[in-house]
Structure formats: C-alpha cells, structure tokens
C-alpha cells in the first residue's frame, strides 16, 4: 500500500476528527468514574492507567471477547506483560494492578460485552445495578473509535432517560508523518502497541462510514445504534477522496 502526502494529509484530516479530546495537556483528571473501553492500543491504555494511577476515580473495565481480543494479548505479549485472563477487561485489570499499583477496590470489570453498543449499555447497567451515580463520565477508547464510542454512550444515556456528561480522553491524537521517506505515526508516546498502517487507514475510513447518518452508518438513518453525527466538510471530503482509490476502499470493512 502506497500512500501519498496529499492521502496522509486527508487521513490526518480524519483522525484528528476521530480522536475527540475533551482534555488539554496535562490538566487534571475529574469525573465521577472513567470508562475505559477495550481495545489494542496500548500506549492509550498505559497512557490512561498511569494518569488514573494518581487519582482516585473508579475506573470501569468494560470488554469480553471481540474483534481486539487476539490483537490486545499479542501487545501485551510483546512488551512482556503477561496475564491468564481471557476477557479484555480482566487483562485491562490485571495490567492496571500489576503496572500501575491501581487498588483492586478501584476497579469494576464488565468482561461479556462484545461491542461498542454493548460496552455501553453493559456499563450502564453495572452502574446501575452498583446504585453508582455517575454524572461525569471520562470515556477512553482507541482514539479512531473515540468519537462513535462517546456517540453510543451518549445514546445508550438517552435511550434510558439517564443523564451525565461524557468527557471524551482518547489520551493521544495519532497523525501519519513522513520521515527519510517512511510513514511513521506519531503523537503517542511510544512506538509499540499501535496499529499496523493496514489496519489504521482500515478503522480510520470505515469509522467515518459508521459515523455518516445514512442507510450505510449507524445513525437515525441507518441502524439507529447512535444519533445524529455532523461530519465536517473537510472531513467528508477527505474520505471521499480516499474511497475513490479502490485500493484503500477495499480496507473497509
């Protein structure tokens, strides 16, 4: 796969979108309880557990066996973190434990979810279920699944008549740069545990295809899993022009 500058200006475009962040710099962390949502990212993982590490907000593990499991054990493999578990939440736990000396009382596991819709209505349930009352919640997901992650919260939170205010932490904004002619992705603060380039320009263009509120996303106009999205102008033009290469087009899945 060959990416030119003008495509790495136009993913860049849309993964900036992606990777809301409701948090600057190195502000500090306030919220009822943080939700982090499984995933194989890891230096949006170590980055969270080590910023949480200093607080004390409850964190919420939500995550069973899906589509990151496999690539999540093989991250942590890597970096020799070695865990038993099998859900993504309990290896989330176990790193959270182990790494970050996170107290085992701070933690709450919802392991069965199996998707974004169900990470957000499981975690609803357990905290209701728990008599929690969350009214802000920081939400931490692979920065490309960021926003339709906080989108599906936030539905699933009206759906019920509930209310909170969701603060969108993705921890970093990942970027595609050209050095000595090879594409390297910066803004995390490691290298290790990021996707591979197939798979990032793959969940990059098909987010902005879930995100779009027609009969092919997942809005009131489509599978009605969240609400109405706006897509920026520049961002949808962005992603036309990469679907009109069939080469990046058959990445999305």
């Not at 890597?78 to 933690?107: C, K, N, W, Y």
């Not at 545990?193 to 969940?203: H, K, N």
């Not at 962005?238 to 058959?250: I, K, N, S, V």
């Amino acid at each position: 796969m060959i990416l030119n500058p003008q495509n790495l200006d136009y993913l860049n475009t849309i993964s900036h979108w992606l990777a809301v962040n409701d948090i600057s710099g190195e502000q500090d962390l306030h919220g009822d309880v943080a939700i982090l949502a499984g995933h194989a990212v890891l230096p949006g993982i170590l980055g969270a557990f080590s910023r949480l590490a200093a607080t004390t907000i409850p964190v919420l593990l939500s995550g069973g066996v899906g589509h990151s499991t496999g690539l999540l054990k093989t991250a942590l493999n890597e970096m020799q973190i070695t865990s038993a578990a099998s859900s993504e939440a309990q290896l989330l736990a176990d790193v959270a434990v182990e790494r970050f000396g996170i107290h085992p009382e701070r933690l709450i596991v919802e392991d069965q979810s199996r998707n974004c819709g169900e990470n957000a209505a499981f975690s609803r349930r357990i905290l209701q279920a728990r008599e929690i009352e969350a009214r802000r919640i920081i939400i931490i997901q692979d920065p490309l699944m960021q926003r339709r992650t906080v989108e599906t919260f936030e539905h699933e939170w009206q759906r019920q008549g509930r209310q909170a205010d969701f603060i969108s932490w993705p921890v970093f904004i990942p970027q595609l740069t050209l050095q000595d002619g090879q594409i390297v992705m910066s803004g995390a603060a490691s290298q290790q545990g990021l996707w591979t380039l197939e798979r990032y320009v793959s969940m990059a263009l098909g987010e902005v295809r879930r995100l779009r509120d027609d009969h092919n996303g997942y809005g009131p106009l489509g599978l009605g899993f969240i609400g109405h999205v706006d897509v920026p102008h520049a961002v949808e033009q962005a992603w036309q022009r990469l679907m009109a290469d069939p080469e990046l087009a058959a990445l999305v899945r």
